[in-house]
Nanobody, 119 residues
Framework: QIQLVESGGGLVQPGGSLTLTCTASGSVSTIYSLAWYRQAPGKERELVAVISIGNTTKYEDSVKGRFTISRDNAKNMVSLQMNSLKPEDTAVYYC?????????????WGKGTLVTVSS
């Protein structure tokens, strides 16, 4: 089992910055990728950014150049640095860990942290 705890959400003005942090515990050595997803009111959950065990990263198009995902394996943490925030970035942000087991991917989720971008 893997447990994920997010922190760092809050209220920020448009154009501002915020850093989200997720700390993993449990069977962390089995994690292949760590990611951030978000879900805005009335919308489906979407992938924001993902970083694999080899530090390969991928971003959703609307956040490219503004968000940066990073991983600290020694601290079992993944962070999301968010710059130039826009009102449309408002959502609950979820940390995700994925591992391969018994020929299938298994996903683990944090409880989420709310990011509100508003003046």
């Amino acid at each position: 089992q893997i447990q994920l705890v997010e922190s760092g959400g809050g209220l920020v003005q448009p154009g501002g910055s915020l850093t989200l942090t997720c700390t993993a515990s449990g069977s962390v050595s089995t994690i292949y990728s760590l990611a951030w997803y978000r879900q805005a009111p009335g919308k489906e959950r979407e992938l924001v950014a993902v970083i694999s065990i080899g530090n390969t990263t991928k971003y959703e198009d609307s956040v490219k150049g503004r968000f940066t995902i990073s991983r600290d394996n020694a601290k079992n943490m993944v962070s999301l640095q968010m710059n130039s925030l826009k009102p449309e970035d408002t959502a609950v942000y979820y940390c995700n860990a994925a591992r391969w087991s018994e020929r299938k991917w298994i996903d683990y989720w944090g409880k989420g942290t709310l990011v509100t971008v508003s003046s």
